[in-house]
């Protein structure tokens, strides 16, 4: 069936650098990925939808120039967190939608971000 | 704007006793409707979804779900639960959004299974 994939499962990087995390749709086409965060014992929150050729759309408070969304093809959205700090360690998940009506939901893996 | 209550943060059962985890929705049209359970340090997997039809939906894992409009509740049940039922489980409501689904989730339930 539809797969969802994100890489990397888990990464670790300095304060100041930036990370980038992959959402790939493996056997179908997405025109549209969400991106979720999910800080420890929390729950998952919206933070951007990536549109294919598009600029994202981010939800209030999340900051786009930090969270750079780039959906370049049907098939790949990308999350990079720039100029990363401690407070954005947490857990990153995306979702694809497919089917006509987009009602069937798949979520990636989920990608694990430590900063230190 | 939609949004989902959960009003339980935890819960802690005796293992084989039933088990209901309760979640409201507001939503402003006919929402699609979802529940994921998430395991320590785990995606999210699908339990079950509602979106029309038979209130009444049936998922994976024994549980089950039922559409109230009136009441606007989506609760989720097992008859039954094992030790291995054990994890955080979220409620969620869909919007469709471009060509996808965009959801909102519910603060999740921790549920405990005491053997």
């Known amino acids: 069936g539809a797969v969802v994939s994100q890489h990397p499962s888990r990464v670790i990087c300095k304060s100041g650098t930036s990370v980038k995390i992959e959402c790939r749709s493996l056997?179908?086409?997405?025109?549209?990925m969400f991106w979720y965060r999910q800080f420890p014992k929390k729950s998952l929150m919206l933070m951007a939808t990536?549109?294919?050729?598009?600029?994202?759309?981010?939800e209030q408070g999340v900051e786009k120039d930090k969270f750079l969304i780039n959906h370049a093809s049907l098939t790949l959205s990308t999350l990079t967190v720039t100029s990363a700090h401690p407070e954005d360690s947490s857990f990153y998940i995306c979702?694809?939608?497919?089917?006509?009506?987009?009602?069937?939901?798949?979520f990636g893996e989920g990608s694990w971000l430590t900063v230190v | 704007a939609q949004s989902v209550t959960q009003p339980d943060i935890h819960i802690t059962v005796s293992e084989g006793a039933s088990l209901e985890l309760r979640c409201n929705y507001s939503y402003g049209a006919t929402p699609y409707l979802f529940w994921y359970v998430q395991s320590p340090g785990q995606g999210l997997q699908l339990l079950l979804k509602?979106?029309?039809?038979?209130?009444l939906v049936q998922g994976i894992k024994g549980f089950e779900a039922e559409f109230k409009r009136s009441q606007s509740s989506f609760n989720l049940r097992k008859p039954s639960v094992h030790w291995s039922d054990a994890a955080e489980y979220f409620c969620?409501?869909?919007?469709?959004?471009?060509?996808?689904?965009?959801?909102?989730f519910g603060t999740g339930t921790q549920l405990k299974v005491e053997l």
């Open positions: 056997d179908f086409q997405a025109t549209t």
């Open positions: 969620a409501v869909g919007g469709l959004t471009g060509g996808g689904n965009k959801l909102t």
């Open positions: 979702s694809a939608s497919h089917g006509a009506s987009g009602n069937t939901i798949y």
């Open positions: 509602y979106f029309s039809g038979d209130t």
């Open positions: 990536s549109n294919e050729g598009s600029k994202a759309t981010y």
